[in-house]
């Protein structure tokens, strides 16, 4: 006995101009709300952007972890770090708050981020370090609420900077970015499109104000690395 035959229905299009017409409509509204968190991030975000030459000299830069490369940075995360390090060589900037994932033993993103930074001319006792930095949201509670930082240089690519602006500035952190350049190569254009749908998790994040997944007590890390600074 052969097995029954599947009978595959095709979506059917309206038959009529006036149903057409509805569809198209629809399609396009989709879209329109689609875009709306990504264009108010733009929005809110355009006069709060900069470069490295010309960031207004603030006491803390936040750089958001980017992966690891065989327990090193990966390229993304390294042309952060090296615009940390320049804004720290420079005296625009005195202490580097590096946040990112270090939820199993073998993946320590945050403590590489130090290392590198230490390699390139800043102060280890000018690092601070936040293991809890999941996600963006996350890094920028945690920021504002464990380690009292209310303003900040935030470093992260161009694709990502807007994002990481508009959810520090809902936690409480008044904040600058300095968007890294970057070849625009697969990952690039995969971060820009990737962050059109991110833009809708950011917009409920400042609508709802989630917990981090991990808070924690409060730590006086980067307290103590500006007190070392000013001698």
Known sequence: MGLPRLRIRRPRLPRTRAGRRRAVQVLVLLCVLALLPATWMYLATGSRLRTTADVPRTEVAVVFGAGLWDGEPSPYLAHRLDAAARLYRAGRIEVVLVTGDNSRKDYDEPGAMRDYLAGHGVPRARVVTDYAGFDTWDSCVRAKKIFGVDRA??????????????????????????????????TWYYGGTREIFAAGKAALDVLFHPGPRFLGPREHGVAKALAAARG
């Open 153 to 186: 240089v935030l470093i992260s690519q161009g694709f990502h900077i807007r994002r990481a602006v508009a959810l520090c500035q809902a936690a409480g952190v008044t904040s600058y970015g300095v968007g890294v350049d970057d070849k625009h190569d697969v």
